[in-house]
T-cell receptor
Framework: GAVVSQHPSRVICKSGTSVKIECRSL??????MFWYRQFPKQSLMLMAT?????????EQGVEKDKFLINHASLTLSTLTVTSAHPEDSSFYIC???????????FGQGTRLTVV | AQSVAQPEDQVNVAEGNPLTVKCTYS??????LFWYVQYPNRGLQFLLK??????LVKGSYGFEAEFNKSQTSFHLKKPSALVSDSALYFC?????????????FGKGTRLSVIA
């Protein structure tokens, strides 16, 4: 299957700072990237869908000014958590897709801890 | 709207015994169904999918799943469980084959294989 690389795998930041998470599609052109958030012992919650070269579409209840998503190329999407607070601590996972790709391919996830 | 139900939070099975992880779905139109596995602090790994064709789908690591349209189910099975199969399993559905639409996940089932 396709390879999706997510970086960093783990980050600790201070409250009020911003953190950027990168998601790279290494061996196919991902026209669409999905960002999920996973709470402990819970399922994946879709945060937003981003299409290359256009603005992301956010799910209801997700603050677009807090979770900035950029998808400037077919191989890279970034999620920036701005002015992070402890309640933003979570596991964030990206997924890459495209019109010719049936299943979604996931990054390794990023464990964000805000202290 | 699409939805997935995984009725069991936890499944325990002895090593060497067959295992089943249950999944039912709801979707308008044709369902496209997926199983993923997640190990601690990792992203999701693709196991198998049903798009069309044979109702019994074979996937990675000896797993298989049976699509049952009348019961709207897609249960994951393995004839002989291994301790290394212990992980969190997610069933997912999409109402389209296009990789540009997100997957909808069930809440997950934790599988514990006991030696």
């Amino acid at each position: 299957g396709a390879v999706v690389s997510q970086h960093p795998s783990r980050v600790i930041c201070k409250s009020g700072t911003s953190v950027k998470i990168e998601c790279r599609s290494l061996d196919f052109q991902a026209t669409t990237m999905f960002w999920y958030r996973q709470f402990p012992k819970q399922s994946l919650m879709l945060m937003a869908t981003s299409n290359e070269g256009s603005k992301a579409t956010y799910e209801q209840g997700v603050e677009k000014d807090k979770f900035l998503i950029n998808h400037a190329s077919l191989t890279l999407s970034t999620l920036t958590v701005t002015s992070a607070h402890p309640e933003d601590s979570s596991f964030y996972i990206c997924s890459a897709g495209g019109p010719a790709v049936t299943e979604a391919f996931f990054g390794q996830g990023t464990r964000l801890t805000v202290v | 709207a699409q939805s997935v139900a995984q009725p069991e939070d936890q499944v325990n099975v002895a090593e060497g015994n067959p295992l089943t992880v249950k999944c039912t779905y709801s979707v308008s139109g044709n369902p496209y169904l997926f199983w993923y596995v997640q190990y601690p602090n990792r992203g999701l790994q693709f196991l198998l999918k049903y798009i069309t064709g044979d109702n019994l789908v074979k996937g990675s690591y000896g797993f298989e799943a049976e699509f049952n349209k009348s019961q709207t189910s897609f249960h994951l099975k393995k004839p002989s469980a291994l301790v290394s199969d212990s992980a969190l399993y997610f069933c997912a559905v999409r109402g389209s084959t296009s990789g540009n639409t997100p997957l909808v996940f069930g809440k997950g089932t934790r599988l514990s294989v006991i030696a």
